[in-house]
């Protein structure tokens, strides 16, 4: 089976950068994913690390490490609009999410 | 445009009744899943299926039913067996069982009344 942890909540300052954290217990691994879920929407797709190291998309980044069953959502440039919750996903045969990590942003 | 639908997006059912959760996609994947997110809550999957007219069941598919007798389509019941059926349920799909790029559906929220 799976499993994925990840914080509840995280706050920051907009501007500033968060770091959101993601461990995983799996029974087989195809990869870790990030998605976005704006309150009252659907979540949308944001990464994907295959591979351990850093993928950039934007102010967005996304890192994994295999070894340590360990990834994070790395957030820059922090606008107020990127207030929602973050899922972590790892998959076998079905996609699993965490159970996501609300981000709390200051002005 | 290619995506994935809902509907509807908002469902009140009596209690005792069973009611279908539509959900068709026109992307061409074979993967389709339903999840299940309560306020606040993360996404718990009901059931998932890799191709057509085969659908395993999720980690909460007690009270639930599915088929998937054409590929682009995967609906959702919610049976009167399902002692708290008041939330918010997404569908999603992707390319394959190796893929793990999910497009969500805008979701149904149902209420029982």
């Known amino acids: 089976g799976q499993s994925l942890e990840q914080p509840s909540e995280v706050t920051a300052v907009e501007g500033a950068i968060v770091q959101i954290n993601c461990t995983y217990q799996t029974s087989g691994f195809y990869g870790l994913s990030w998605y976005q879920q704006h309150d009252g929407g659907a979540p949308t797709f944001l990464s994907y690390n295959a591979l351990d190291g850093l993928e950039e998309t934007g102010r967005f980044s996304s890192f994994l490490s295999r070894s340590d069953s360990y990834g994070y959502l790395l957030l820059q440039e922090l606008q107020m609009k990127d207030s929602a919750s973050y899922f972590c996903?790892?998959?076998?045969?079905?996609?699993?999410f965490g159970k996501g990590t609300r981000l709390h942003i200051l002005p | 445009d290619g995506g994935i639908t809902q509907s509807p997006k908002y469902l009140f059912r009596k209690e005792g009744q069973n009611v279908t959760l539509s959900c068709e996609q026109n992307l061409n994947h074979d993967a389709m899943y339903w999840y299940r997110q309560d306020p606040g809550q993360g996404l718990r999957l009901i059931y998932y299926?890799?191709?057509?007219?085969?659908?395993q069941k999720g980690d909460i598919a007690e009270g639930y039913s599915v088929s998937r007798e054409k590929k682009e389509s995967f609906p959702l019941t919610v049976t009167s067996a399902q002692k708290n059926p008041t939330a918010f349920y997404l569908c999603?799909?992707?390319?394959?069982?190796?893929?793990?790029?999910?497009?969500f559906g805008q979701g149904t929220r149902l209420t029982v009344v």
């Open positions: 996903a790892g998959r076998d045969d079905k996609i699993i």
């Open positions: 999603a799909s992707s390319m394959d069982m190796k893929n793990t790029e999910a497009f």
């Open positions: 299926s890799q191709i057509v007219n085969d659908f």
